[in-house]
């Protein structure tokens, strides 16, 4: 191949493997084993210390999802990535490869339910605070760091509030103090790299639209490269302190021999093999397929998802559109700024009879599945307040961009019409 840098829709289907070089399969095999051969005695040491990089135990490495890391990795512009069994998975690890008891991160508290539970709760029983702050102001980021803040975390297109999150501010704002931003991209695949931006590390869950059919449950970590965890030893102990695990090894120096990856590399030896949430290979080869069709099916996903804001706009029961293309002011211009591949495929919107009529909607919807999932080919639909953020209390809801009316859509890549006359029915039986 040439030596261009490919585009993001080429290195959704290429990146990471051309052929097997054994049997010339030009598909991903499914390598469904446990275990690896070794060549020989001092092949085997060689991997154990590190020496070099190879298979040892699926728990921790496989070839069927080394080839769904490269290709990730590709797609952001990082140096590696780690998939793992969820997205919660790899949400808990991106801050415990960091931070341990009486550390602390400083979050948005523009969230999914379930990672604003893992940090409120969660991790505070580890003995690591997470300090919210609204993203509106960037600089609360600052004001909310002290010498024990390890990260800082922040969703690109939050879900619900679909509020482009300031990821250039905040990045700058961190690297100044040695601390690296965190960015879930898990809705905004393709649209944004925050990479580029000054993030450090990329979470996703591959369950959305990177597998975008529903079948499989993943998650991934993407290392950025960018970031010089030697250069803040005192900032960053736990990639800069001997590991007593590895006899003694200091990850920001160990990993150098391998590239700028002391942060992934640290994840998967100490995290994938201790705490063991392993992505199956089966998954990881279902996850592949999906993400060779994710371009295509985010320019469906957001050219729907516009129409849909636009129709939902100009119906009198609806009190507020919530999607990039329908705000103003800072939003539309961060969203402007960020979402360069397309606004997103999520559409909010609150009722005007509140949690009765959300639920009325929901009900009546046909065409929609009432599922808790996003990302999918298929609309979805769900009343967060009485679902996915019913375990908050009313001002978390409110915080997170929950109103008891509001209702949240993922708009898929059926034709558009038919998408419509769903949506119409149900709001006839919410009114």
Not at 50 to 74: H, S
Not at 81 to 106: P, T
Not at 371 to 379: L, M
Request: aromatic share 6%; proline share 6%; with cysteine.
């Amino acid at each position: 191949m040439s030596t261009n840098k490919p585009n993001p829709e080429t290195l959704a289907v290429h990146a990471g493997w051309r052929a097997d070089p054994a049997t010339g399969s030009v598909a991903v095999p499914i390598h469904q084993t446990t275990s690896y051969q070794f060549r020989d005695a001092e092949h085997a040491a060689s991997l154990f210390a590190l020496q070099e990089m190879g298979n040892i135990y699926t728990r921790i490495m496989n070839p069927t999802t080394d080839v769904l890391e490269k290709r990730v990795a590709a797609l952001e512009g990082g140096a590696a990535a780690l998939a793992v069994a969820s997205g919660q998975a790899a949400s808990a690890y991106a801050i415990q490869n960091l931070a341990r008891a009486g550390d602390n991160i400083v979050s948005s508290t523009a969230l999914y339910g379930g990672t604003y539970n893992l940090f409120a709760n969660t991790l505070k029983d580890q003995g690591i605070e997470v300090r919210f702050v609204d993203p509106a102001d960037p600089e609360d980021f600052r004001r909310a760091t002290d010498d024990r803040t390890r990260a800082y975390y922040a969703e690109t297109l939050p879900n619900p509030k679909l509020e482009v999150f300031p990821i250039a501010e905040v990045a700058a704002i961190g690297r100044e103090r040695g601390i690296p931003l965190i960015m879930d991209n898990t809705a905004a695949p393709l649209l944004c790299r925050p990479l580029d931006h000054g993030a450090a590390i990329i979470v996703y869950s591959a369950t959305k639209y990177l597998g975008g059919h529903g079948t499989s449950i993943g998650g991934l970590i993407v290392d950025g490269g960018n970031f010089d965890w030697a250069a803040h030893p005192e900032r960053q102990p736990l990639l800069n302190t001997p590991d007593p695990s590895y006899h003694g090894a200091i990850w920001a120096e160990a990993a150098k021999p391998l590239g700028p990856i002391a942060y992934i590399l640290r994840a998967r030896v100490i995290l994938l093999r201790d705490l063991g949430a392993a992505l199956s290979p089966f998954n990881a080869f279902q996850l592949i397929q999906g993400i060779e069709t994710v371009a295509l099916r985010m320019e469906r996903h957001c050219a729907n998802a516009v129409r849909v804001a636009e129709h939902l706009a100009r119906h009198p029961a609806v009190t507020r559109v919530i999607h990039p293309s329908q705000q103003d002011g800072r939003a539309r211009a961060l969203a402007e700024h960020y979402l360069t591949g397309g606004k997103g495929g999520l559409v909010g919107f609150e009722l005007a009879g509140g949690m009765e009529a959300g639920r009325r909607f929901i009900d009546a919807l046909e065409l929609f599945y009432h599922v808790a999932n996003i990302g999918d080919a298929r609309s979805l639909a769900i009343h967060p307040a009485s679902t996915t953020h019913s375990q908050l209390n009313e001002a978390e809801q409110m915080a997170t961009g929950v109103s008891p009316g509001y209702v949240r859509l993922s708009i898929g890549i059926e034709h558009i019409d038919d998408i419509l006359v769903d949506i119409d029915r149900a709001l006839a039986a919410a009114s």
